[in-house]
């Protein structure tokens, strides 16, 4: 049985361009694919890959915490819209309002902005479990704003908001 490459070069004109072609393009995909894995590993602004390396440097750089005042690192979204229902579900309404978040640094800030939508839907999540007739006295609102502070401290962990203030409330 003759070899690959007898075969190759016993093939018309045409099957050798198209086969050298492929080659190429097999060598493309791959330094192409080794190039985007270096950009990843050169540029990640996420957490690190390597953590271990990470807590060497932080340890000869840590200070001792200071207290920082509320809303110093505060993240603010803006027409947030919750649909509500009483509780019979005979009526529907819109709640609209702004949501301050205060984080405990400007990382946690920095985390809060990227994940955004994180963030929405956990306040869609915690307005599912209140009604209407929730939000007539100042406890609805303790409470929606305490379960919105535990399900975000839940999902963001030490970046998590110290507090949370809604301001501008509409219910339409």
């Known amino acids: 049985m003759p070899s690959l490459f007898r075969q190759i070069n016993r093939a018309r ?3 050798r361009l198209f ?3 492929c080659g190429m393009l097999a060598v493309g995909v791959v330094a192409g694919a080794a190039w985007s894995i270096h950009q990843v590993l050169t540029f990640h602004q996420g957490p690190p ?12 750089a840590e200070e001792v915490p200071r207290e920082i005042a509320h809303f110093t690192y505060g993240y603010d979204l803006r027409n947030i819209s919750i649909p509500l229902a009483n509780r019979t579900a005979s009526q529907m309404a819109y709640a609209q309002f702004t949501l301050k978040l205060d984080c ?10 990227i994940n955004r939508a994180k963030i929405l839907d956990k306040v869609f999540e915690v307005a599912t479990g209140f009604y209407i007739e929730d939000f007539k006295n100042p406890q609805g609102y303790r409470r929606f704003k305490d379960a919105l502070t535990a399900s975000l401290g839940s999902e963001f ?4 908001p110290r507090a949370i203030a809604i301001e501008e409330w509409v219910v339409e």
């Open 13 to 15: 004109p045409a099957a």
């Open 19 to 21: 086969i050298y072609t």
């Open 49 to 60: 890959l390597f953590p271990e390396e990470v807590a060497e440097e932080k340890s000869a």
């Open 104 to 113: 405990p640094s400007a990382d946690a800030k920095r985390d809060m902005e």
């Open 157 to 160: 962990k030490q970046h998590g």
